[in-house]
């Protein structure tokens, strides 16, 4: 596993952040959503799954930043998009509960291209993403 930038993370899948100040998924040129997570929120689905829970309303960083998520999570959901992985590996996980800005968090990046997901719930708020290899 390489630790890449961010940008460059996204770049692998194709895609292109509308901000790298701010956002934290986009839409790859292939239609795939593409989303940054946290590795501390991924959980064992059962044999070959690996399930992403999480809630926007955790996510209290910039406004634009939730508001392209939510419009991301919201179009991977009702269409069905498959959905590819940047990690985000915090040096200390317990911060990123207690800290606002998680730009000012330590952490390294690597991707996971050996997993396929899809937006299996999204309420509005609360999402799980399902990943399987392909």
């Known amino acids: ?50 399930r992403y829970v999480d809630s926007l309303s955790r996510w209290v960083g910039n406004e634009l930043g939730n508001k392209l998520l939510e419009t991301h999570l919201s179009k991977a959901f009702v269409e069905k998009l498959p959905v590819r992985m940047v990690v985000a590996t915090a040096e200390n996980p317990e911060a990123v509960e207690r800290e606002n800005d998680a730009s000012k968090i330590k952490k390294t990046f690597h991707i996971r291209e050996d997993l396929v997901g899809h937006v299996i719930e999204f309420d509005g708020n609360h999402f799980v993403i399902e990943f399987r290899r392909p």
């Open 1 to 50: 596993m390489a630790n890449l930038g961010f940008v460059e993370a996204f770049a692998k899948f194709g895609a292109k952040l509308a901000n790298p100040m701010w956002a934290v998924s986009s839409i790859a040129d292939d239609g795939a959503f593409v989303i940054s997570c946290w590795a501390h929120y991924f959980k064992n689905g059962g044999p070959g799954i690996v």
